[in-house]
Nanobody
Framework: QVQLVESGGGLVQAGGSLRLSCAAS????????MGWFRQAPGKEREFVGS????????NYADSVKGRFTISRDNAKNMMYLQMNSLKPEDTAVYYC????????????WGQGTQVTVSS
C-alpha cells in the first residue's frame, strides 16, 4: 500500500503563488508514476499534470501549462506542484495520486488540500 499526504494549500490572491507538497510512504516512491488532480465545487475531478518515475518527463493540462510546474525528489519521497500566476478558476481541492504502471489508472490517492484563489 501507498499513503499519500498533501500539504501546502491555502488562500492566495489572484496572481500569487503556492507550492503544494505530496509526501509518500509505504512503497518505493521511485517506482511510482505520480500525478496531480483537482476538483472544484460542483465539477468533476480533472487532471492537472503528471511526472514520470525519474522526474524527467512531465505533462500538463492546457489550463495550467506555463503556470504550474511538477517536480519530485525521490530521495525524500516527495512530489511538488509549484503554482504561479494563480487565477480564481484554479480554486479547488488538489489531490496527488500514484500508480505503478504508466498505462494504468491511478490507484493511490491523497486526502486533498484546499487551494482558494481570491480575485
Amino acid at each position: 500500500q501507498v499513503q499519500l499526504v498533501e500539504s501546502g494549500g491555502g488562500l492566495v490572491q489572484a496572481g500569487g503563488s503556492l507550492r503544494l507538497s505530496c509526501a509518500a510512504s509505504g512503497r518505493t516512491f521511485s517506482n511510482l508514476y505520480m500525478g496531480w488532480f483537482r476538483q472544484a465545487p460542483g465539477k468533476e475531478r480533472e487532471f492537472v499534470g503528471s511526472i514520470s518515475r525519474s522526474g524527467d518527463n512531465m505533462n500538463y493540462a492546457d489550463s495550467v501549462k506555463g503556470r504550474f510546474t511538477i517536480s519530485r525528489d525521490n530521495a525524500k519521497n516527495m512530489m511538488y506542484l509549484q503554482m504561479n500566476s494563480l487565477k480564481p478558476e484554479d480554486t479547488a481541492v488538489y489531490y496527488c495520486a500514484g500508480k505503478v504502471l504508466s498505462s494504468a489508472q491511478y490507484l493511490y490517492w491523497g486526502q486533498g488540500t484546499q487551494v482558494t484563489v481570491s480575485s
